[in-house]
């Protein structure tokens, strides 16, 4: 672990060939699929970035690997000498100092100033170091590397990454995909004249033919969904055909992962994601089971890589998988990543009974929210019955006029919102629920409205709200209506400072004649001031009227103490990893109860 100041600068060199055909023919070209390193600002708990498998780089490694291609994944979360998997313990937060300001952060998801950050010395790195990937980068002499870039938050390490790599291996091809390149491709190659290739969508048959380009077998411009640059012009080549049948990119291979580094991650309290804590639930992964989505929400740049089709494995193909993570892995939670995996009633049936019949074994959760309108009761049951322990849902806004007209996710309605808050409350599931506001055409009166709507929702049906600002990201409709009419205020932040991921970067927010980013600000930080006064009394009434849990819950205090954290930060991991869920609590003591007969 490094400061960013300790950090030596990496010079740009540029990429040696002209593309118009490899620079060496290779007859078996190795492949080395790399996530960079993070840089990051940390707030509370959990203490990293998000720490998910990289799912990408396994689908695309895997089918590589498929084909005979010899390709390795180097993660440097997990990569380094000196890789302990708990070495990471920064003793300070930047909202240190302010119990309330920290526990705000982990309900927001807006992101900090960077003006606001009091000690920029603070930025840490985490992963293997720039100096250590060098060594392993000289040591494994890849041919072609394929950089993973997901969030606009990690441009920065994505084109460092490509300039040391381009110093250490001159001859190498680099190529960078996901989501966030796919979104911003000119100005990776512009800002990186590294980078040789940026491929744009699915990563799978992009990097195969890519492989088969480096062989002499095709030419460059016969690849689809891709931007190169030629003669110092970027050139794209047309668009791909999406792959509509998933259960094409084959199984997923986890032996091409350091599954066991990850784990002991989460143990060490650096998880994939926020999600209810309980005794041997430490072993989670993220699984996609499709990819795109048809709506059209105007703040969403999901379309620009995954599409607007909605595209799937089958549902045997999805079992396999779980069955494959459950029993071989010892997975015991999985983070179902899709961006609407509710969206197919039919297939979701089937999975959910398919999961009952073959006896698998896990707890889930859905961290990018579902579509309400697609939920119903007999789904809901057997989303209980399979081990869902939160289950999150978007309403947006609650707004009608600014769903339908302002955000466009037509057909949601905010009555099936309510109702499936209801039936949930009814089951036993606990709900969080996803509000953004700041919209160009929204009044303040309308965010009033959400406001009220997101607190009744946590009153009467326990819904934890997040509470977002708009942010204007390119390619969405959002940001050129944004644009045109002079609503955008952009900035340098720093995202997520609950230690989810970030680096610095550039984010448009939105001002109109009744608010800017700074009063909006204000009016969020005090919703998430009531909203935690309210979650809290809740949790602690609930404790009283189960003192089972209260108990079960004071032995998980004590037993995942950590000495190198403060009482304060180990208070605020009770209740985010477990006081929070108030439903899901009684069913998780029982389950504990079960285990210890066991
Ligand atoms: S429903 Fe979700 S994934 Fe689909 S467009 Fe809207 S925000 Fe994006």
Known sequence: MKSESSLSSIDIVTTPNNLERPLHVLEKPKVLLVRPPQLFYFGVWPKGPRLGLPIGLLSIATYLKDRRIDVEVYDCFVE?????????NPSNSVFSGNLVNQWIRNFEDGGVAAKDIKNKEEMLHFGASWGQLKKDLKRLQPDIVGLTNLFRENTNETIKAAELIRQVLPDTVIVVGGPNASALPEYILDESPAVDIIGLGDGERIMHEIVEWVQGNRSLSTIESIMYRDSKINVSTPKRELLTDLDELGHIDYNLLKLERYFTYERNGIMARNKLSYDGAERSVSLVTSRGCPYKCSFCSIHIHAGRKYRRYSVEHVLDHIENLTKKHGVNHIHFEDDNLTLDRKRFMELMNGIIDRKLKFTWDTPNGTFANALDEEMMVLIKKTGCTYLIVAPESGDQWVIDNVIGKQPLTLDNVTRIFQLAKKIGIDMQAFYIIGFPRETLKQINTTLEFAMDALKKYDVLPHMAMARADPGTDLFAEAQMNGHLVTDVAV??????????????????????????????????????????????????RKPSIALSSISYFFKNFRKSETIRDNIIKLFFCRLFYLNSLSRISEYENKQKIA
């Open 80 to 88: 380094g000498d000196t890789f302990k998997g708990n070495t990471f």
């Open 495 to 544: 995202s997520n400072t609950g230690g989810v991921h970030s680096d610095m970067f550039t984010r448009h927010l939105i001002k109109n004649k009744e608010f800017d980013p700074e009063s909006l600000g204000k009016i969020n930080e005090s919703f998430h001031r009531t909203a935690i006064r309210v979650s809290s009394i809740k949790t602690l009434k609930h404790l009283l």
